[in-house]
C-alpha cells in the first residue's frame, strides 16, 4: 500500500551513460514533482507536473528529461550521465489545490540514491 | 528575493531538554509555512503546516509575521527526534515545488 514508490532504490553507473528512475503514485494526486537532494543534504526542486504537463522546470540541464505517460506516474531520464549528478533523487505528489487552499501537502518517495563513478 | 534561512546546520541536544530549530524567511505576501523531517535513510515527510495549527509528535511551531519567522520547538526531547528537519515557506500555489531551507540535522544525545 505504498503511496509514493521510486525504482530504483540504488543506481551505480558509469559517466556517460543514460539512466531512468520511475515514479508512481497511488494517492490520486494530479500533481507530481522531482527533486534532487546533494551530498549536503540541500534540497532542490528540479520539476514538476500537472495532469501530465510541465508546470515547473528549475534550471535543469537538458540532460534530464521528464516523462508523465499518465497522472499517476513521473519518470526521470538522465543522458550522458556526469559527476555531479551523484545525489539522492525524491519523487513527490500532491493534489492540486482546491479553493481557498493555497497548498497541499506533499508526499515523497523513498528516494534514488544515485551514484555516478 | 525570495529565501529561508536555518541558521543552525547541526543541533544536538541531550534528551529531555527543550530544543528550537529556527527558520526565518523573506517572502513576499503571505507565505504558507511547513516543517518537513527526515530520519535516517528514509523519505521526506510532513510534520507540520502552520495554518493546522497543530501538535506532532510533541512539536509545535508558531508563525511570527513581525519577524518572519517560524521556529520549530518540542519541550523535552527524545532519542527517536534525531533527524534533518527541512522548513518550507512557499507563496506559490498550484504546482510549485516546495522551496526549502538548508535543513538543520537534531542529534539527541541520551
Known amino acids: 500500500d505504498t503511496a509514493v514508490s521510486q525504482t530504483p532504490k540504488y543506481l551505480v553507473t558509469q559517466m556517460g551513460n543514460d539512466k531512468s528512475i520511475k515514479c508512481e503514485q497511488n494517492l490520486g494526486h494530479d500533481t507530481m514533482y522531482w527533486y534532487k537532494q546533494d551530498s549536503k543534504k540541500f534540497l532542490k526542486i528540479m520539476f514538476s507536473y500537472n495532469n501530465k504537463e510541465l508546470i515547473i522546470n528549475e534550471t535543469v540541464p537538458n540532460r534530464f528529461s521528464p516523462k508523465s505517460p499518465d497522472k499517476a506516474h513521473l519518470n526521470l531520464h538522465i543522458n550522458s550521465l556526469e559527476l555531479g549528478d551523484s545525489a539522492v533523487y525524491f519523487c513527490?505528489?500532491?493534489?492540486?489545490?482546491?479553493?481557498?487552499?493555497?497548498?497541499?501537502?506533499?508526499?515523497f518517495g523513498p528516494g534514488t540514491r544515485l551514484l555516478v563513478l | 528575493a525570495q529565501r529561508v534561512t536555518q541558521p543552525e546546520k547541526l543541533l544536538s541536544v541531550f534528551k529531555g531538554a527543550p530544543v528550537e530549530l529556527k527558520c526565518n524567511y523573506s517572502?513576499?505576501?503571505?507565505?504558507?509555512l511547513f516543517w518537513y523531517v527526515q530520519y535516517s535513510r528514509q523519505r521526506l515527510q510532513l510534520l507540520l503546516r502552520h495554518i493546522s495549527r497543530e501538535s506532532i509528535k510533541g512539536f509545535t511551531a508558531d508563525l511570527n509575521k513581525g519577524e518572519t519567522s517560524f521556529h520549530l520547538k518540542k519541550p523535552f526531547a527524545q532519542e527517536e527526534d534525531s533527524a534533518m528537519y527541512y522548513c518550507?515557506?512557499?507563496?506559490?500555489?498550484?504546482?510549485?515545488?516546495?522551496?526549502f531551507g538548508k535543513g538543520t540535522h537534531l542529534i539527541i544525545q541520551p
Open positions: 513527490a505528489s500532491s493534489q492540486w489545490p482546491g479553493q481557498g487552499v493555497m497548498r497541499e501537502t506533499q508526499y
Open positions: 517572502y513576499s505576501g503571505s507565505p504558507e
Open positions: 518550507a515557506p512557499s507563496s506559490g500555489g498550484g504546482a510549485d515545488g516546495l522551496t
